[in-house]
């Protein structure tokens, strides 16, 4: 096994081959996918994209995304990643060491503390990760609502509870219908109902900029495309939905002020549910699902809607951070040096002002 760093023209030449291995990892996600890494980079993020290969053959990996901060202190991040056949300890931890050491001499070179690394592992821990300690915060939920999609429609629908049922069935005799958009474009459709929602429930949402350079990379691809609920002439509500693998994520959505009564929510992902089948996915994700509805909990406000579809609750370890203590040390030494910089600097500045008082 041996490692190697893969720039952007290989990147285009082997997208199929890596995002057929994360498709085949039940740990990886959309996150670490050609076309997410494309989108991060129009964000203004920096890659680094590591190849494992055996005889030539690509076989795992990771796509760290970082911004570097002031003083040395930015970290890298890989969400849904590394790519390792976590099944296999063996190799999983010969994986990750040879990923550590790259990275390390990436953080060197850039002005890196640490790594931060999140596959989708329920727990317990992973032994592999005894070098690396709980991050403060997760890079994707560690708490999610699943749907089991092998059962029929008929047996998915009798799995909800009733209000989603009923809710469902409101949506209908009113005459919500919902179609899907497999266009770039919708995003502009899609925009206006989320906004409007965010306003509504004081929920933080990213520019349209963001969800434009989204629908531009994966779209095209084949792994997002937007639902909209309309009601007679009038859009009522809009999801963005997301595919990787087998896994269909809920990622966005949002209903409009007008009609709610017509439980346009309901109709939309009932449809997205059933889309997600159609798609061959066996899981649908909620992305974001808290089980006791904490008020600290960003998720908590959506979540007894998120269950009145059914489903199980899936957690996972949360995200694992390691330390490149020689560049921490580093950054420590360029911030003692700047505030040292900066004091002498006032206090000259200080010393002048005061001659010239004096003068």
């Known amino acids: 096994m041996n490692l190697r760093g893969i720039g952007d023209e290989e990147r285009a030449e082997l997208c199929d081959e890596w995002d057929a291995l994360i498709s085949n990892n039940a740990a990886g996600g959309i996150m670490q996918t050609y076309a997410w890494s494309r989108f991060k980079q129009r964000q203004g993020l920096n890659l680094l994209h590591l190849g494992l290969f055996e005889n030539n053959k690509l076989t795992g990996g990771v796509i760290f995304y970082c911004i570097p901060q002031n003083f040395g202190t930015g970290i890298l991040v890989a969400p849904e990643g590394p790519i390792l056949p976590w099944g296999d300890q063996q190799i999983t931890a010969a994986g990750l060491k040879l990923i550590m050491d790259a990275a390390a001499e990436y953080a060197r070179n850039h002005g890196l503390v640490a790594m931060r690394v999140e596959p989708r592992l329920a727990p317990p821990q992973n032994r592999v990760f005894r070098e690396f300690g709980r991050a403060p915060y997760d890079l994707i939920p560690k708490e999610t609502l699943q749907i089991d999609l092998s059962a029929s429609e008929e047996v998915l629908l009798q799995r909800m509870k ?76 809009s999801l963005l939905l997301v595919t990787c693998g087998e896994r269909a994520t809920y990622l966005y959505g949002g209903i409009s002020n007008q009609k709610r009564q017509l439980m346009g929510g309901y109709a939309l992902q009932w449809e997205a549910i059933k889309a997600a089948k159609r798609k061959g996915c066996c899981i649908y994700d909620f992305y974001g699902y808290d089980s006791h509805q904490s008020p600290r909990n960003e998720y908590a406000r959506f979540s007894q809607f998120k269950s009145r579809f059914g489903g199980e609750v899936y957690r996972l370890i949360g995200a694992q951070e390691h330390f490149f203590v020689d560049c921490l040390a580093d950054a420590f030494i360029k911030i003692v040096n700047s505030s040292v910089a900066q004091i002498t600097e006032r206090d000259a500045q200080t010393t002048l002002q005061a001659t010239q008082e004096v003068n």
């Open 162 to 237: 009733s209000k989603g049922r009923y809710n469902i069935r409101v949506a209908e005799r009113h005459g919500v219908s919902v179609e899907e958009s497999a266009q770039p474009e919708a995003v502009y459709k899609f925009y206006p109902l989320v906004k409007e929602a965010s306003l509504r429930d004081g929920f933080a949402l990213e520019p349209l900029a963001f969800f434009e350079h989204l629908s531009e990379e994966l779209v095209p691809r084949g792994q997002a495309s937007f639902l909209f609920a309309k009601h007679e002439n009038d859009i009522i509500g």
